[in-house]
Structure formats: C-alpha cells, structure tokens
C-alpha cells in the first residue's frame, strides 16, 4: 500500500509551509509525525482548543451568528427609536428627506451590492482552492467598499458645508433657508438619525475593508484550501450582513417622501 500524501490534496496554485500540508490541509492525516511534526510546532491552523478543523468551524460559526445576533439587536433598536420619531414628526421627516440625493444613495446601494457579489465569489473560490482567485475577489470587494465611503464622504461634505444641516441648534439650517420654524426642530432629530445611523455603518464598513485586507494576505501567503477556508467564510457572512443594513437605511432615509 503506497503511504498517503498530504500534498496531493492541495490546490495546484497553493505553495504552503509543507510542515503544515498534514495538518492545516489534510485533516485527515492525522497528527504530524517525524520532521513534520517538529517543523510544524505552534503553526497548525486548528486552534489548541479544537480537536479538528470540523470542531473549529462549527465553533467559529456559532460565533461569527452569535456575534451578528448583537448587531441585529444594536441596529434594530435604533430603526425602531427613528420609527417612533419618524411617526411623532412625518412632515418634517419628509421635508428633511427631500434634500437627500436619492440617486446617489442608489449609486452607493449599487456599489455595495457588487462588493457582495465579488465577496460571494471570493468565498467559492476559497472552496475550491484557488489563491489567486481568492485575493483578487477580496481585493475588488475592497474596492467596492472603499467607492461607498468616498461616496458617503461626497454627501456628508455636502450636507456640511453646502447645505448647513448639521444637527446642532447654531449650525442646523441657520438661515431659514430649507425650512419653516415649526420643522426645525424635528428636521434637526431627522439629520441626527441620518449622520449617527449612516456613520456607524460607515465604521462597520472599515472595519471590514481592514479585516478584508488581512484575509486578503492569509490567501496571498496560501494559508486556504478546500479544506480550510473558514476565515474567508466569515468574514463574507460580516461584510453580507453590513450590505443587508444599507438596503434597510436607504429607503428609510432617502425615499420616505418618494411617493
């Protein structure tokens, strides 16, 4: 009986560590032994915790759902706290509504439906072992993102300093020039909602672009193969969920006075 080769499982454009091939890409090896066993000491992709990269993905799912269950929990109750605004103040809601660029709020929602695809492809293309796929997926998503928050800069700028609607009482509108008095004050709750809900998923969305980044160099030094690919896989369910947000923010605060 020929001995099993760990290296026959690997992907043909994957050049890892061979001390790792038995244990990072070939659960079923076994443990090191011989050489491989010194050279690989400390470098195993299964956390000491684990008794398997089955056992480690199961936990690190668990984890990444549990951790997105909070996010839920964060984001709805600020929906909600601007649905109870959003109904105590229609007509100012509304008003304030109308000065948003809706077209380049579907621009961005656009773009961030792209960086899901290219996320998406990224993750299949971990599955099936191709490094080269796998970075170039992450990068674009990268890209995707990075044009949303330019993007989201572009109108934060032009809300500021064009249009004077920050929402504090000397800098909101000073002029009287978008709305009536009796709106001001509600119109100012609006903009708040507007610049705390987009700016936290803004932060959200940097944090990712970062953890993107840093999955991106695992790829590149051929840390992934059809065996193990859970980060990659994470990171995509994070980076879906920060896309669902915005298709839920857009239309609550672009077109509530698109009729």
């Known amino acids: 009986m020929s001995a099993h080769n760990p290296a026959q499982n690997l992907p043909t454009d994957l050049n890892p560590n061979p001390a790792l091939a038995q244990v990072a890409f070939d659960p079923s090896a076994g443990p090191p032994h ?6 690989a000491h400390g470098n195993s992709l299964v956390a000491h915790q684990f008794d398997d990269l089955a056992q480690q993905h199961e ?3 668990l984890g990444m759902w549990a951790f997105l269950a909070t996010e839920v929990m964060f984001f709805g109750g600020a ?8 109904y105590s103040y229609p007509d100012a809601f509304e008003a304030a509504s109308r000065l948003e ?3 380049v709020g579907a621009l961005n929602t656009a773009v961030l439906l792209c960086s899901s695809l290219t996320m998406a492809l990224a993750v299949h293309a971990a599955q099936m072992g191709h490094r080269k ?38 800098m909101f509108d000073p002029h009287g020039e978008h709305f009536p008095p009796e709106l001001r004050r509600p119109a100012q709750l609006f903009y708040s909602f507007y ?18 980044f840093y ?23 994070y980076w879906h969920f920060v896309d669902i947000v915005w298709i839920f923010l857009y239309p609550l605060l672009y077109l509530i006075a698109r009729h």
């Open 101 to 103: 660029n809706w077209l």
């Open 133 to 170: 796929a796998i970075v170039g997926w992450l990068m674009a998503t990268v890209v995707f993102g990075t044009a949303f928050l330019c993007v989201k800069a572009y109108e934060y700028h032009h809300l500021i300093a064009v249009e004077h609607l920050v929402p504090r009482p000397d």
């Open 79 to 86: 929906l909600t706290c601007y649905a109870v605004y959003r």
């Open 34 to 39: 011989g050489a491989a066993a010194g050279e």
């Open 59 to 61: 936990a690190s799912t």
């Open 195 to 212: 610049f705390a809900l987009t700016g936290i998923h803004a932060v959200h969305m940097i944090v990712g672009i970062g953890i993107i």
């Open 215 to 237: 999955i991106a160099g695992m790829a590149h030094r051929g840390r992934f193969s059809p065996e193990y690919h859970n980060p990659v896989e994470m990171t995509g369910l």
